[in-house]
């Protein structure tokens, strides 16, 4: 079963940064917060992951709270593309994902 | 890097025919092969868990003699839908893993429909 809980769905206005949140009271010391996206009718789209430390690469930034019982994704500038399903994930490094239902983001013109 | 390309993208068959789906890590070797299954407006279930060379492990509720699974080696792993019914109409999803710290790296998923 998944191990996370997100908002159903949220909103942004486009060129606005998207702040999508993450519960995850029950994540284990080994592992790690991952985080996707799902365009309609493709496969999930990696976008970053971390252990306990704030991460950032060129498409978003993970912030990580120091009890590391939730996380939120930053999008620092949402364009109409990255309207998406966003999944949040707790796992072990190469072991199985479970899924939560997502928060469906909608970026408004 | 880090692609995954999954054949065919979109198939259509009668009922009671047996489909094989392909799993490929382009540019990297994948120790480790996961199949998900998606219907519509609902998130991935995972299936089963492939590692190169051994059998694969099964979610509860997952029937293993329906879904056939091979990932004979480190590029390619198969599921292969055995007598398909409408019911198994799906969007079939697979990903990949390398080295251990490498996260999971998605297919662009194929829709079977059965008729």
């Known amino acids: 079963d998944a191990k996370t809980t997100q908002p159903t769905s949220m909103d942004c206005a486009e060129g606005r940064a998207a702040n999508l949140p993450c519960n995850h009271s029950?994540?284990?010391?080994?592992?790690?917060v991952y985080w996707y996206r799902q365009i309609h009718s493709q496969g999930p789209q990696y976008i970053i992951h971390g252990l306990k430390n704030n991460e950032t690469n060129e498409m978003a930034s993970l912030i990580i709270t120091e009890d590391r019982k939730s996380s939120t994704l930053i999008l620092p500038h949402a364009t109409l593309r990255d309207t998406a399903v966003y999944y949040c994930?707790?796992?072990?490094?190469?072991?199985?994902?479970?899924f939560g239902t997502g928060t469906s983001l909608t970026v408004i013109p | 890097g880090a692609v995954v390309s999954q054949h065919p993208s979109w198939v259509i068959c009668k009922s009671g025919t047996s489909v094989k789906i392909e799993c490929r890590s382009l540019d990297f070797q994948a120790t480790t092969m996961f199949w998900y299954r998606q219907f519509p407006k609902q998130s991935l279930m995972l299936m089963a868990t492939?590692?190169?060379?051994?059998?694969?492990?099964?979610e509860q509720g997952v029937e293993k003699d329906k879904f056939l699974i091979n990932h004979a080696s480190l590029t390619l792993s198969t599921l292969t839908v055995t007598s398909a019914h409408p019911e198994d109409s799906s969007f079939y999803i697979c990903s990949a893993t390398g080295q251990v710290d490498q996260p999971q790296h998605f297919g662009d998923g194929t829709r079977l429909s059965i008729l």
């Open positions: 492939s590692n190169e060379g051994s059998k694969a492990t099964y």
């Open positions: 029950t994540i284990s010391g080994n592992e790690y």
């Open positions: 994930i707790v796992s072990s490094p190469g072991n199985q994902f479970y």
